[in-house]
């Protein structure tokens, strides 16, 4: 079974602040998602890193597949309130799960003004 | 087309109800998948269709647990005798994808805003 752990659980920082989240997996993984989700609604996918070493950026987010694609970060910069939700990995393409995603737990975060 | 539409968007039953749950993908997807989530958790994989095909179902989906792409469209989830804790939020999500690819980078999945059930 894959599975992908990811830390912190939660985060609760000031605006203003910067912050990482991890998710690891002893698993290769073909590609790696983020997601976002806010309460009550699904999943909206913020990006996709599919090369090793690939670092990607979305504004103030950035977002880096380790070299081995095993692992994956995301760091916010200047974190503001619009930022607090649950952050999901999500791996595909790979033995048992080539067909569906695996989601870690995600990682509450919330920014408080 | 509006992305995928999940209905209801709660429902709260009494154990030992059936309740149903209907996902509306995005129309030119071929490939939707159904998974279970909650509180504090990822979402959990449950099964999903290539077209009408229901090609791959997960341990979690007990024999309690039926799920229909009748004409390769519409998906229907189905929970007899609900207990306590199939209490969770239920997502439907859907791709474009060829029939046996497995899933890469180049494939993004669209979520529903999910239906969350509660049993009492």
């Known amino acids: 079974t894959q599975l992908l752990e990811q830390s912190p659980q939660f985060l609760s920082i000031q605006e203003g602040e910067n912050l990482t989240v991890y998710c690891n997996s002893s698993?290769?993984?073909?590609?790696l998602q983020w997601y976002r989700q806010e309460p009550g609604e699904g999943p909206v996918l913020l990006v996709t890193?599919?090369?090793?070493?690939e670092v990607k950026k979305l504004k103030r987010l950035t977002f880096q597949f380790g070299d081995a694609r095993k692992d994956s970060s995301l760091h916010i910069t200047a974190a503001q309130p619009g930022d607090t939700g649950l952050y999901l990995c999500a791996g595909a393409g790979s033995g048992a799960g080539s067909y569906q995603l695996t989601f870690g737990k995600g990682t509450k975060l919330s920014v408080i003004p | 087309d509006t992305g995928v539409s999940q209905d209801p968007r709660h429902k709260i039953t009494k154990r030992g109800q059936n309740v149903t749950f209907r996902c509306d993908p995005i129309?030119?997807?071929?490939?939707l998948y159904w998974y279970r989530q909650t509180l504090g958790q990822g979402p959990e994989f449950l099964t999903y269709?290539?077209?009408?095909?229901?090609?791959?179902k997960s341990r979690l989906l007990s024999d309690r647990f039926s799920a229909e792409r009748p004409k390769g469209s519409f998906s229907t989830l189905e929970i007899q005798r609900t207990e306590q804790g199939d209490s969770a939020m239920y997502l439907c999500a859907s791709t474009r994808i060829k029939v046996r690819q497995v899933l890469s980078g180049a494939n993004v999945l669209t979520f529903g805003a999910g239906s969350r059930l509660t049993v009492l």
């Open positions: 129309s030119e997807h071929n490939r």
């Open positions: 698993s290769v993984f073909s590609s």
């Open positions: 269709f290539q077209n009408e095909a229901q090609l791959e």
């Open positions: 890193v599919v090369t090793g070493g």
